[in-house]
């Protein structure tokens, strides 16, 4: 599980939550395909009962409990309530309200989501515990502890799949990820020696405690499940999946016989403190690489990622002062309980890029990690050192309390801090989670006891929803500078622990909740719960691309025999084609580069504005041929060129004649000023959400 606060040596049978608590797992899906919003109410009320003229929904249930393959359950089936659509409306003094749906998602028993991953189509994979004895099925196996849940939320809102798996001792789910093809891969660590394996690497339990990996395909049946671990005890943190199956596990190891390939380091250091460790498995459950990354103390990895380099990026936790280091930025331990640390690693070369510590006199730790195409690595967590590394920071100061979350980044040699800033109010704040979109955002999560002084800037929420905690949504660009920061939370305890962004820019992010406030709407069934795990989906726009300077424009005299004009600039192609006799005379055109903003109305631009100009009478058509290099978070088959009538984007008068990836053909049948523009799932900022 996450929280450190509650990891301790595994010498003793952990349950990390004492009481049985009653979890489900709740879902919000913000999407606008509205006006830009001005203020905004968020209207609550209790989800309504199943009645039958709801409507209901069936979804395949599978339970693979111990290790018989005769005792697994593939075929069940749950029966899901359709709630009325109209009780919980995000209404807004623009055009279009925004709808939001939010489900509960559970059993009798506490439920909690612990990792989340998207995949190209919107979909939200979840994993976690739970500790119920039924999960959606009116005749399900029984239950001996906590086992690991697996989850598809469709993009729609509706259940995908549910698969539980475990065995007669308690695991969790730590770590989840998706290739290409749909298949889910889910990591962490089991007590179980009969935990469920199939087509296993490992298929024997070695110690007190091992970790696990294992793959669903996209129905959420096991593909393939295996142990790795020696004779004590060993705990994934995190996997990266890459398209093709790979996965990249990292995590924690108490074992001096831990399973090592080809590896940069197989020195231990005991069973007394934990080792890091880095292994990697291929798409069919064979491991192709492992190794240790540790020195004489405690040496923890609590989050992985794969860069577009293929090179491994990794943060953590380091006791040890002889931590390896190789072109750090900080090359000497900072002091107290342990340092945050951030290396690049080449595993195919068996190959160290870089090492450094990242902490000043105090605690520090690193828990969540992206990087961008260039290879700079950014990095969340807590500190509570006071003269914590700071570049550039937008907070130059501690806030308070027992740790403020910070955000940094390193150069891709990793011996340059470019930029640095504690993140934090007057009571303890603390950054769980981080992900990158494509534009160079980064999106942090986690947890503030700060109503006052938290760092907020057009919140989706801007006030402390109450009790001991509240999460936290905060969005800056690439250069560090803040764009947006929310309280996420009601009137208990409220925490964000995971997030990833898709490829439409749209942030799926989990948590938990003990609020009975948390906004809920068509929920799958009524609320059960007190500590409740969530999910939501958001999208934010970004802040407007500035007009290219000096501003593209090109101009040519065309005469009756007709001929072309174009321009370029970065990620752009504009040509307009002029047909034989489209003049009758030699004629001045030009094409210039529109400067707007790309919100404009309720579409979103590509910064692809452009202005059709001539000295004299044109006869139409005229063609039109425009490319663009990427998206920009707007969903790729919605991108469209409009002409701008007045203040309104209009498709009158434009016939498209081919679509293809990057680009459009057309004729237009005017000059005038025309676009390329399309639908997104953000939403519009400022964004207010309170209780009414």
């Given amino acids: 599980m996450q929280n450190p606060q509650t990891r301790r040596k595994r010498f003793a049978r952990l349950v990390r939550i004492g009481g049985l608590l009653i979890g489900l797992l709740f879902i919000i899906s913000l999407r606008t395909f509205g006006a830009p919003i001005l203020s905004d109410r968020l209207i609550t009320s209790p989800p309504a009962p199943c009645f039958s003229g709801n409507g209901t929904f069936s ?26 659509p109209s009780l919980h409306t995000l209404h807004t003094e623009s055009v279009d309200p925004v709808l939001l749906y939010a489900t509960f998602f559970g059993g009798g028993g506490r439920d909690e989501g612990w990792a989340i991953a998207a995949d190209a189509h919107g979909n939200t994979y979840i994993t976690g515990i739970t500790f119920s004895t039924e999960f959606f099925s009116s005749t399900p196996p029984s239950v001996d502890d906590r086992n690991v849940f697996v989850a598809r939320i469709n993009g729609d809102g509706r259940l995908g799949y549910l698969t539980i798996l475990g065995g007669i001792s308690g695991e969790e789910g730590n770590a989840i990820g998706v290739d290409m093809f749909g298949n889910t891969y889910v990591a962490g660590q089991t007590f179980s020696p009969d ?7 490992q298929p024997h339990f070695a110690g007190y405690e091992d970790a696990y990996v294992l793959k669903l395909d996209p129905e959420g049946r096991l593909v393939w499940s295996t142990f790795i671990g020696g004779t004590w005890a060993e705990e994934i943190n995190d996997i990266y999946v890459d398209a093709a199956g790979n996965v990249y596990a990292a995590g924690e190891v108490y074992s001096d016989d831990f399973p090592l390939l080809n590896p940069w380091q197989s020195q ?25 990354i540790a020195a004489e103390q405690r040496d923890q990895i609590f989050r992985i990622t794969v860069g577009p380099d293929g090179y491994i990026y990794a943060t953590g936790m380091t006791s040890s002062p002889s931590f390896p280091t190789i072109n750090p930025l900080q090359a000497e331990y900072g002091g107290g309980w342990d340092d945050a640390f951030v290396l690049k690693f080449d595993p195919w070369n068996n190959q160290m890029l870089y090492s450094t510590f990242l902490g000043g006199i105090d605690r520090d730790e690193g828990w969540g990690i992206a990087v961008d ?11 509570n050192s006071p ?36 993140i934090g109010g007057s009571g303890t704040d603390e950054g769980w989670g981080l992900a990158m979109d494509t534009g160079g955002h980064v999106y942090i999560t986690g947890r503030t006891q700060s109503p006052n002084g938290f760092p907020l800037r057009n919140a989706l929420q801007p006030y402390y929803g109450g009790g001991e905690a509240d999460g936290f949504l905060l969005i800056a660009d690439e250069a560090g500078n803040l764009l947006q920061a929310s309280f996420l ?13 898709d490829k439409d820019w749209v942030v799926h992010i989990t948590g938990a909740t003990d609020s009975p406030d948390f906004p809920t709407r068509a929920s799958l069934h009524p609320y059960l719960g007190n500590t409740d795990a969530f999910v939501g989906r958001a999208g934010l726009i970004p802040t407007p691309t500035p007009t290219p300077t000096p501003t593209p424009f090109a101009s040519r005299t065309i005469g009756p025999e007709g001929g072309v004009l174009w321009m370029t600039y970065p990620g752009h192609l504009t040509l307009l084609k002029v047909p034989p006799a489209g003049v009758s005379t030699s004629t001045a055109f030009t094409l210039t580069y529109d400067s707007r903003p790309d919100a404009q109305g309720d579409l979103q631009g590509l910064s692809h504005f452009f202005r059709l100009e001539a000295g004299g009478p044109v006869t139409p058509p005229l063609g039109l041929e425009v490319g663009f290099y990427e998206t920009r978070g707007i969903i790729a088959d919605t991108i469209d ?9 209009l498709t009158e008068g434009i016939t498209v004649t081919g679509r293809y990836v990057g680009y ?17 799932n953000r939403l519009y900022l400022p964004l207010v959400l309170r209780q009414q």
């Fill in 195 to 201: 935990f469920p394996v199939l087509n296993a690497w």
């Fill in 489 to 501: 939370g009601g009137i208990e305890k409220d925490i964000g622990w995971r997030l990833v962004v």
């Fill in 373 to 383: 195409q260039e290879g700079n690595a950014y990095v969340t967590g807590r500190t």
């Fill in 664 to 680: 459009i053909e057309a004729y237009v049948d005017r000059l005038g000023v025309y676009g390329l523009l399309g639908r997104t």
């Fill in 268 to 292: 231990t250091y005991g069973l007394e403190d934990e080792d890091a460790f880095i292994s990697i498995f291929n798409a069919n459950g064979q491991l192709v690489y492992s190794t240790y």
């Fill in 59 to 84: 979804v395949p249930i599978r339970y693979y409990l111990g290790n018989d393959p005769t005792r697994w359950h593939e075929n069940l089936q749950g029966n899901l309530c359709l709630q009325p």
């Fill in 387 to 422: 003269n914590f590394p700071l570049v550039r920071p937008w907070q130059s100061y501690f806030g308070g309390g027992d740790y403020d979350a910070f955000l940094a980044k390193i150069g891709p040699q990793g011996n340059t801090l470019l930029f640095s800033t504690f």
């Fill in 641 to 649: 060129l409009y002409r701008l009538s007045g203040t309104l984007w």
